[in-house]
């Protein structure tokens, strides 16, 4: 009964002052049953230490209590008003506050650890350094409250409505803010490290130099929010909305932004190496300077946004949108960008040193100098690009398609140019020295001064290409189309010629030498003196083809259909004709001494006069139909 005596001589004090706003019997009854239910007691200085310890003060008036110091752990207070109450120092650990109103009430250093405050009213209270660490605040309003310093570590706040209070520098680790009001809310330096946020609105929160670093964010609300060098390492904000946020320098370290809207977002400067960013959304985005490094950004839109000086190497940009982007100095060293959309994309110095563009739409993209030495632009859309004097030397474009691009001046040498568009394209002064441009479409292209020295054109369409002055020596024309192109001063030392279509209309088969021929199908052709020596026909048709006198030596005709094939005095001396088939062919005086006949078959040819010295006849079919295992 000690502390009912004291709490009655506090009490006692307040019967001399001229104002007695509470009931001076329902202080008899805290003091003889340590219940005052409903009691009132507004405006009673209770200060000095009173304590009410596991009391039962339900719906009890307070409002405008002095409570300084006192000790109401473990008391039960549902549904009390503490309105503008005087509770600094006070001891409120394990008290009941559901549905009490502690709006206005001054609170500082107060203890309110574990304490129940659900759907309690605490709208502009201060609790500055209070200590609410594992208290349960869900539902309750803490609107404008001044939370400074607060210890609310653990403390469960879901769906609390928070907008407008002051969490600066505050210890919220761990704490269950799911679907909490922050709108507004400040929270500069505070401690949210581990928070639960899930759905959580923080629209125009300022939550600059916070800590969210393995916080919860999913789906959370952080428009217009101010997260200015704030730390976000291993945040998981899929979903969330971030519009127009500012982060700029925060450290977003292995965040998961799936899906995020971070549209409008700053995030300049920012931290975001090996980021979870796939299908985000990032239009009109601020990147400039953003440490982005083996980030994940398949399927991400960056259209519009800006990504000047950014770090990209190893970064995943599988599938991303990235249409109209400034990527002007931006390091992409390594970087996956199959299948991107760069149209009209500004790489300008950009650095994409290793960088995989296979199947990338660069279309009309802005790439005048940039290196792309050893690139894999394979399949990529290019057309209209603007790649002169760039560095494409030892680039993978196959089957890219490079019409109406400007290359002019560009190196290629090495490049794997083979099936590629480059209808229209100026490759004026390039350089395509042994580049591979077989079956390249090169229609009405501009290779005025361009090196091709032993460039591959195998079956490439050089159809009124200009070639004015272009340097061709060594270079491989087999099956090449040059109808109408312009070729006055061109260099054609050493050049192959095999069944080369020329400016002239006439088919030049002169040089064929060591040609790859494979699968070719050239029946019914008439090849009668053609130099095939060494050519590669593994399979080829030559179905009553003309090969009288024709130069085969070397030549490798494994599988090769030669049937009623004309190849009198034509000379096979080690040739391979395993498995050919030769039916009804006319071998009269040819050369077939050291040739390969393996399995080949000689059914009804004519050999009259044929040199056979040292060939290889195994399960060989003879023009008698008997079949000769002489040579196995």
């Avoid at 006070?90 to 203890?111: F, H, K, M």
């Amino acid at each position: 009964m000690r502390p009912i005596l004291a709490a009655i001589t506090l009490a006692a004090t307040l019967l001399s002052t001229s104002v007695l706003a509470f009931e001076p019997n329902h202080l008899k009854r805290l003091r003889e049953t340590r219940h005052c239910s409903e009691c009132d007691l507004s405006g009673a200085n209770l200060n000095g230490g009173a304590d009410l310890t596991n009391a039962d003060l339900t719906k009890i008036d307070l409002t405008k209590a002095d409570l300084s110091e006192a000790n109401l752990s473990g008391a039960n207070l549902t549904a009390a008003d503490l309105k503008e109450a005087e509770l600094p120092n006070a001891d409120l650990s394990n008290v009941d506050l559901t549905d009490a109103n502690l709006s206005g009430a001054n609170l500082p250093n107060a203890d309110l650890s574990g304490a129940n405050l659900i759907d309690a009213n605490l709208n502009g209270a201060n609790l500055f350094i209070a200590t609410l660490s594992g208290a349960t605040l869900s539902g309750a309003t803490l609107t404008d409250a001044n939370l400074t310093n607060a210890n609310l570590s653990g403390a469960d706040l879901t769906k609390a409505k928070l907008s407008n209070a002051n969490f600066t520098s505050a210890n919220l680790i761990k704490a269950d803010l799911t679907k909490a009001d922050l709108l507004k809310a400040n929270l500069v330096y505070a401690d949210l490290s581990g928070a639960d946020l899930t759905k959580a609105d923080l629209s125009k929160a300022n939550l600059s130099k916070a800590d969210l670093s393995g916080a919860d964010l999913t789906k959370s609300n952080l428009t217009n929010a101010d997260v200015i060098d704030a730390t976000l390492t291993a945040a998981n904000l899929s979903g969330a909305d971030l519009t127009k946020a500012d982060l700029t320098k925060a450290d977003l370290t292995k965040a998961d932004l799936t899906k995020a809207n971070l549209t409008e977002a700053n995030l300049s400067s920012a931290d975001l190496t090996k980021a979870e960013l796939p299908g985000t959304n990032l239009t009109e985005a601020n990147l400039s300077k953003a440490d982005l490094t083996k980030a994940n950004l398949s399927s991400a839109n960056l259209s519009g946004a800006n990504l000047i000086d950014v770090n990209l190497s190893g970064a995943n940009l599988n599938d991303a949108y990235l249409s109209k982007v400034n990527l002007s100095g931006a390091n992409l060293t390594n970087a996956d960008l199959t299948n991107a959309n760069l149209v009209y994309a500004n790489l300008i110095n950009a650095n994409l040193t290793k960088a995989n563009l296979s199947g990338a739409n660069l279309t009309e993209a802005d790439l005048p100098g940039a290196d792309l030495a050893h690139i894999n632009l394979s399949g990529a859309k290019l057309n209209g690009a603007k790649l002169s004097n760039a560095n494409l030397s030892d680039a993978d474009l196959a089957n890219a398609d490079l019409s109406s691009a400007n290359l002019s001046g560009s190196n290629l040498p090495n490049a794997n140019l083979s099936g590629v568009n480059l209808a229209y394209a100026d490759l004026s002064n390039a350089n395509l020295a042994n580049a591979d441009l077989s079956e390249a479409s090169l229609t009405k292209v501009n290779l005025s001064n361009v090196n091709l020295s032993n460039a591959d054109l195998t079956k490439a369409n050089l159809s009124k290409a200009n070639l004015f002055r272009a340097d061709l020596n060594g270079a491989n024309l087999t099956k090449a189309n040059l109808s109408d192109a312009k070729m006055e001063f061109a260099f054609m030392q050493s050049v192959i010629l095999c069944f080369t279509s020329m400016p002239d209309g006439s088919v030049d088969y002169s040089v064929c030498t060591n040609a790859n021929l494979a699968e070719v199908d050239l029946s019914y052709e008439d090849l009668s003196g053609a130099n095939l020596s060494g050519a590669n026909l593994a399979e080829a048709d030559l179905t009553e083809t003309d090969l009288s006198n024709t130069d085969l030596s070397g030549a490798n005709l494994a599988k090769v259909d030669l049937t009623e094939a004309d190849l009198a005095n034509a000379n096979l001396a080690g040739a391979d004709l395993t498995e050919a088939d030769l039916t009804e062919a006319n071998l009269t005086e040819a050369d077939l001494n050291g040739a390969n006949l393996t399995k080949a078959n000689l059914s009804n040819a004519k050999m009259e006069f044929a040199l056979m010295e040292s060939v290889i006849l195994c399960n060989t079919i003879m023009p008698d139909g008997s079949v000769d295992d002489s040579g196995c």
